[in-house]
């Protein structure tokens, strides 16, 4: 025969379970109000705003005009705002290539930078502006010229500006510093025909479409032509030498140009 559990014996159990429910309950609802009051504090104190925005790559602009045309200021909430937004903002800037913002620490905003490089400078009537490497121009301004980047004349076709920035991109660092000045002399019949200066004394003739590639074996060239006369070097067809002597025709007796070995042909 089953055992009878008498009721009197299982109220105590049961008010236990039922003081453990309650209590669980309170704690809940203790928590959620205490979370509740500690964000509706910190939302009112000066922890929720913006403490400093740092902005870190600036070159073609200052730092304030990105923190100006990103609309955050320190009076802003640090959670107010998406930082996809002011990157999409930012990123439609004039000589910006990509925009990272981030919030870090307790209170900093951070916005990484990154410009478009410089590959030369565009001199039109005595101004410079600057040939960024996406074939764009961008007005120098107050923005110091470095040294190593080549100076383009004559250059108003904005579809030649791009392919010489292209070229200029692919050429090997040794001898892309080595580049003084760019003129750009295209005709009728040879529409993208250039005349280059460069630092060590020579100039080249070139056409911008194989530029790049040519310029590839200037140091080999300019070794074989150690101890002589400085001259032009013809690299439009095949690559011939010529002293400027010769060229310029400074007796009135010109000569034929010197083909050089071309380990490119």
């Not at 200066?197 to 590639?213: H, K, L, P, S």
Request: glycine share 6%.
């Amino acid at each position: 025969m089953d055992k009878v559990i008498d009721i009197e014996e299982r109220i105590p159990s049961m008010r236990e379970k039922r003081r453990r429910k309650t209590n669980k309950k309170f704690l809940f609802m203790l928590t959620v109000f205490v979370v509740a009051l500690l964000a509706i504090l910190y939302f009112q104190s000066p922890l929720s705003k913006i403490g400093s925005i740092i902005v870190s790559g600036a070159v073609l602009h200052e730092q304030s005009f990105y923190k100006e045309q990103s609309g955050l200021t320190m009076d802003n909430p640090l959670w107010s705002f998406s930082t996809e937004k002011v990157e999409k903002t930012l990123t439609a800037i004039n000589g910006v290539k990509h925009v990272d913002v981030s919030r870090k620490w307790l209170r900093d905003i951070e916005i990484v930078i990154e410009e478009w490089e410089t590959v030369a400078y565009l001199e039109e009537a005595g101004q410079y502006s600057l040939l960024l490497e996406n074939g764009e121009k961008f007005p120098a301004g107050g923005i110091a010229l470095e040294a190593e980047a080549p100076i383009l004349n004559n250059f108003t076709n904005e579809d030649s500006l791009k392919q010489m920035s292209a070229q200029l991109l692919k050429m090997e660092d040794n001898v892309y510093r080595l580049v003084s000045e760019i003129i750009f002399d295209g005709t009728s019949e040879d529409a993208d025909s250039i005349t280059v200066y460069m630092d060590d004394g020579f100039e080249v003739r070139a056409v911008i479409a194989t530029f790049a590639e040519r310029m590839d074996f200037y140091p080999e060239i300019t070794a074989q032509l150690k101890g002589l006369e400085k001259g032009v070097i013809d690299m439009e067809v095949g690559t011939f030498f010529s002293p400027f002597s010769k060229v310029y025709g400074l007796e009135g007796d010109e000569e034929e140009a010197n083909p050089l070995d071309e380990e490119n042909e």
